[in-house]
């Protein structure tokens, strides 16, 4: 009996556990599509990319209520409860992507009739480069609880930081000499502060995978840890 409840709750873990994933998976590709749809001027894959953000949202919705009920049955302790919290907060934040990205396709819808020009195209496209870039590798060191990548993707944040406050500060330019573009100019911006949260969203991820493993919080500023293979239980 013993063995079968925890051959149960094992395969709950692992469900959880897939269904982030899954999330992950149509939060990536929900950012891709509404930046394609951007440079590519497309309006029906914008609408698709609003059309399915509310997967995401029923995603969220079931993750959180198969995490609830692991921890009023099993009462998790320790590394089990760490997974539990951890999973429940990289759904909020991969929902919070899908939000973002949304965000990118309303944005885009709107600019159909004055599109990005190459040279914006190409500055906001080195920002969408290097947030896909963190989500994937978050998410990876989600899976395999992997803090040495986890660390390289909260280092890399400061870049996409500085890339943002650039684009802004040229757009902002471009606005006192072109005052003909300002919405345009606006909406860049727009386009590429949703982008820069993407990528705090990428640190939250990979900041709750040092918790789930090392039972240390490094948010906000908190005790920086070095990676080495030891785990807590």
């Given at each position: 009996?013993?063995?079968?409840?925890?051959?149960?709750?094992?395969?709950?873990?692992?469900?959880?556990?897939?269904?982030?994933?899954?999330?992950?998976?149509?939060?990536?590709?929900?950012?891709n599509?509404?930046f394609?749809?951007?440079?590519?001027?497309?309006?029906?894959?914008?609408?698709?990319?609003?059309?399915?953000?509310?997967?995401?949202?029923?995603?969220e919705?079931?993750?959180?209520?198969?995490?609830?009920?692991?921890?009023?049955?099993?009462?998790?302790?320790?590394?089990?409860?760490?997974?539990?919290?951890?999973?429940?907060?990289?759904?909020?934040?991969?929902?919070?992507?899908?939000?973002?990205?949304?965000?990118?396709?309303?944005?885009?819808i709107?600019?159909?009739?004055?599109?990005?020009?190459?040279?914006?195209?190409?500055?906001?496209?080195?920002?969408?480069?290097?947030?896909?870039?963190?989500?994937?590798?978050?998410?990876?060191?989600?899976?395999?609880?992997?803090?040495?990548?986890?660390?390289?993707?909260?280092?890399?944040?400061?870049g996409?930081?500085?890339?943002?406050?650039?684009?802004?500060?040229?757009?902002?330019?471009?606005?006192?000499?072109?005052?003909?573009?300002?919405?345009?100019?606006?909406?860049?911006?727009w386009?590429?502060?949703?982008?820069?949260?993407?990528?705090?969203?990428?640190?939250?991820?990979?900041e709750?995978?040092?918790?789930?493993v090392?039972?240390?919080?490094?948010?906000?500023?908190?005790?920086?840890?070095?990676a080495?293979?030891e785990?807590?239980?």
């Amino acid at each position: 009996m013993h063995k079968h409840i925890s051959e149960q709750y094992d395969a709950e873990l692992a469900q959880i556990a897939d269904l982030l994933m899954e999330m992950g998976g149509l939060t990536e590709s929900q950012l891709n599509n509404s930046f394609t749809a951007l440079i590519t001027n497309d309006f029906d894959m914008a609408e698709t990319v609003r059309d399915v953000e509310s997967k995401l949202n029923q995603l969220e919705v079931e993750l959180d209520g198969r995490c609830v009920a692991i921890i009023a049955r099993r009462q998790p302790t320790a590394g089990d409860l760490r997974n539990v919290i951890s999973v429940m907060k990289a759904s909020t934040d991969l929902e919070r992507v899908g939000d973002e990205a949304d965000r990118i396709a309303k944005l885009a819808i709107e600019m159909m009739d004055h599109p990005t020009n190459a040279v914006q195209n190409n500055d906001l496209r080195n920002i969408h480069s290097a947030v896909v870039k963190m989500l994937r590798r978050a998410l990876d060191a989600f899976a395999r609880m992997d803090i040495e990548s986890a660390l390289r993707v909260i280092d890399s944040d400061a870049g996409v930081d500085r890339a943002y406050k650039k684009l802004v500060g040229e757009n902002i330019d471009q606005m006192r000499t072109n005052p003909q573009e300002i919405e345009r100019n606006i909406n860049i911006i727009w386009i590429a502060r949703a982008l820069e949260r993407i990528g705090d969203h990428a640190k939250n991820i990979s900041e709750y995978v040092i918790y789930r493993v090392k039972g240390q919080d490094v948010r906000h500023g908190g005790t920086r840890i070095e990676a080495d293979n030891e785990t807590n239980t």
